[in-house]
């Protein structure tokens, strides 16, 4: 019962994407870079990390051009990495499904070139470097076009 309180709380940030999951998106979409890894679980190299944070560097540079990729932290910053994808562009975001949020209905919903995928059943995220259980949110591709 800890884990679920740790996984429903903002203690623990990091959800690395499943890789199967990644990889039919990245069969579609080709990713140029990972905006948002902690240097050990990214899905694309070049790579952002803590040390060479996303929010100083240009995502759309020529030597990263293309599409770009990006799970961000799920806590309380999340707003601020979607905030920036939305004026990035070229960034597909997999996020949690939380529609009642002020940056979901800021940055995503209705927006112009912005494509919602909502993904069926829950996402089987690694985290700490083994498999957890299904998340307990939903979750959702979210395409800044």
């Keep these: 019962m800890k884990d679920l309180k740790t996984m429903m709380s903002s203690e623990d940030m990091d959800w690395e994407t499943?890789?199967?999951f990644f990889d039919?998106?990245?069969k579609e979409f080709n990713f140029q870079l990972?905006?948002?890894s902690d240097g050990k679980n990214y899905k694309v190299l070049p790579t952002y990390t803590k040390l060479n944070n996303a929010f100083d560097n240009n995502w759309n540079n020529d030597s990263c051009?293309?599409?770009k990729w990006m799970n961000?932290?799920?806590?309380?910053?999340?707003?601020?990495?979607?905030?920036?994808?939305s004026r990035e562009r070229g960034v597909v975001a997999l996020l949690p499904a939380r529609t009642d949020t002020k940056y979901f209905h800021k940055y995503i919903y209705k927006q112009p070139n912005t494509e919602i995928r909502f993904i069926k059943g829950r996402l089987k995220f690694k985290r700490k470097q083994k498999v957890s259980g299904s998340a307990p949110f939903p979750s959702?591709?979210?395409i800044f076009k």
């Design 72 to 85: 961000p932290p799920y806590g309380r910053e999340i707003g601020k990495w979607v905030e920036r994808a």
């Design 24 to 26: 039919e998106l990245n």
């Design 18 to 20: 499943p890789q199967d």
């Design 140 to 142: 959702m591709i979210v």
């Design 65 to 67: 051009g293309g599409w």
């Design 34 to 36: 990972d905006v948002c």
